[in-house]
Structures are given as C-alpha cells and as structure tokens.
C-alpha cells in the first residue's frame, strides 16, 4: 500500500510539476489576445465594454464545463495506470489461494483504502488545477482592464 501512496504522490508532483512548466511559459509569451487587447488601450482609455462597468463576479471566471471536463479526463487518464495497478494487484492477491474471511476481508480493506486514495488525490488535483485557472483567468481580466500607466 505504501507504494502505491509513493507512486501517487509522484505522479502528482509530476502532473503538477507540468502544469507549472506551462503556465510559467504561457506567461512568459504573450498571446495575440493580449497583444491585440493592448494595442486596443491607447492613452487613458478603459475597455468601455458591459463586463468593465460593473463589478466583476466569480461566475466570470469561472471555467465551462466542458473545460472541466477535459481536465477531469486528463487527471483519470494519468491515474489509470495507477488504478490498473492496484487491480491488477488485488487479482493476483486473490489468485494466490482460498483465503479465510478475515484474510479476505484485509485484502478488501486494503484495496479500498488504495483505491480512496488515488479518488482523493484526484479529486485534489482537480481542485488545485481548477483554482489555479480561476486565478489565472482573474490575474488576465486585471491586466486587460487595466489602463496603460
């Protein structure tokens, strides 16, 4: 069980690892929306469009769900191993022989608990990466809005 936290955890650090790789290079290329946004601004002049007169709230930067979908697909997709694994390895376990009911019923603990973990890890990760394009998208309308100094 231990491995498979090991594994787990590597597997986050490395989708996380990842997804930092990519942010900081978007951030560091501007993007032809933002090129095209800021020669837009010229002088003084604000964005005179509705959603810069009011108060922006948190369903406008909230991500469609098809995007949350594609990341839900993602994190499954890059845990699947992980979860083969795991099942793979309660096949093998349960292959090995009758068991009597308090072996069996360890083994079913274990594998439950495993696979809680790999859920709450990918629940976490979902959470971080939909927190972290909700910032983002915050920290882009706060440049676009902005007018030049």
């Known amino acids: 069980m231990t491995n498979i936290k090991e594994l ?24 032809s929306s933002d090129a095209s ?14 959603a810069s007169s009011r108060k922006p709230c948190v369903a406008d930067f909230e991500p469609d769900k098809e995007w949350k979908a594609q990341l839900k697909k993602r994190i499954e997709d890059a845990l699947e191993p ?18 009597n009911a308090e072996a069996r019923m360890r083994l079913e603990t274990e594998y439950k608990q495993t696979m809680n973990s790999i859920k709450e890890l990918a629940n976490g990760q979902y959470l971080l990466e939909l927190n972290r394009e909700r910032d983002q998208r915050r920290q882009t309308a706060a440049t676009v809005s902005r007018p030049p100094a």
């Open 8 to 31: 787990a955890t590597e597997q986050y650090q490395h989708e996380l690892n990842r997804e930092r790789d990519q942010r900081r290079r978007a951030a560091t290329l501007p993007s």
């Open 37 to 50: 946004a800021n020669a837009n601004l010229s002088g003084h002049e604000q964005v005179s469009s509705s």
């Open 82 to 99: 992980m979860v083969q694994y795991v099942e793979e390895r309660q096949q093998a376990e349960l292959g090995k022989g009758p068991f």
